[in-house]
């Protein structure tokens, strides 16, 4: 059983930034895919970034240049810095390791105030 326990949400102006983190239970190989989802209120869940294969990271459109997904293999961490916030960008952030199971965190909340 792998828990992943995220931190580094809250409230934050319109430009601003956040920076969240998400720590696992257990050692997780970096050939394990790993990333970052969102759900807004009355939104589906979404991809935000995330590691694939290989160590490569894909990003969502809306995103792109202004967030930014790390690992530190160490700590069991994985970040997701993000820069430039927007209101849209308010949601539960959930971190998500992909290993035979899909295992999810229990989110936390970034809110955005215009």
């Known amino acids: 059983q792998v828990q992943l326990v995220e931190s580094g949400g809250g409230l934050v102006q319109a430009g601003g930034s956040l920076k969240l983190s998400c720590a696992a239970s257990?050692?997780?190989?970096?050939?394990?895919?790993m990333g970052w989802y969102r759900q807004a209120p009355g939104k589906q869940r979404e991809l935000v970034a995330g590691f694939i294969s290989g160590g490569r990271t894909n990003y969502a459109d809306s995103v792109k240049g202004r967030f930014t997904i790390s690992r530190d293999n160490a700590k069991n961490t994985v970040y997701l810095q993000m820069n430039s916030l927007k209101p849209e960008d308010t949601a539960v952030y959930y971190c998500v390791a992909h290993l035979r199971y899909d295992y999810w965190g229990q989110g936390t909340q970034v809110t955005v105030s215009s």
């Open positions: 257990t050692y997780i190989s970096s050939s394990n895919a």
